[in-house]
């Protein structure tokens, strides 16, 4: 008894001043929540206007779509239809997230009206290692999707990375983190294409 008194009489301070910061970490995360996803938002949004260029606004079309990821595990994520002046759908866009060599990579993927073409990606978040990894961001690598037939693609270590086609020519010493890429496209592709048919988006057979 004499041990537990003699451990709150040494410990009361650390013990209030531990209550207090994680208090005071709690009101800071529930006062900026609403100002972070706003930001998240922002940064989606000016992704999406940069793979769809003749999009002057974004819709959600479909929302929580489940993506078949490893192991079973269901992945939801939302599309997008980007629209011009007149309303009309001039493509869709959806976040993806796999893994990479040191963390999650999360982008957006975009697609024509049709869901025939890729128009590319980009980066959300990525801790890919800086000077290798972290070059998935560069259009050197990223202009290797636009225009690629909307399906399965694969990677090669060797090639012409201007060459349009469905092989995808690694980044020199990040084979892990393009791959991760190339694996992110082809986990969710088949499943967007399925959705946007089966909710009559794009027609059977696009």
Do not use: H
């Amino acid at each position: 008894m004499n041990k537990i008194k003699n451990f709150f009489e040494q410990s009361w301070l650390l013990i209030v001043a531990a209550f207090c910061f994680g208090l005071l970490v709690a009101i800071t995360n529930s006062a900026l929540s609403e100002r972070i996803e706003q930001n998240e938002r922002e940064k989606l949004y000016s992704r999406m206007r940069a793979l769809i260029t003749d999009a002057n606004n974004f819709e959600k079309a479909l929302e929580q779509v489940p993506i078949p990821g490893k192991k079973g595990k269901i992945i939801n994520t939302d599309i997008y239809k980007g629209l011009d002046d007149a309303n009309n759908v001039t493509g869709y866009a959806f976040v993806a997230v796999g893994s990479g060599f040191a963390d999650k990579i999360k982008i957006v993927i975009a697609v024509d009206d049709k869901c025939e073409k890729f128009l590319g990606f980009k980066v959300l978040s990525s801790n890919e290692t800086p000077g290798f990894g972290s070059k998935i961001i560069e259009d050197n690598f990223g202009n290797q999707f636009k225009n690629v037939l909307a399906g399965k693609i694969n990677l090669s270590k060797v090639g012409d990375p201007q060459v349009i086609d469905s092989r995808i020519v690694a980044i020199t010493g990040a084979t892990v983190s393009s791959q991760a890429v190339v694996n992110i496209f082809n986990t969710y592709i088949e499943e967007i294409k399925e959705q946007l048919q089966t909710k009559e988006f794009i027609k059977n057979g696009s």
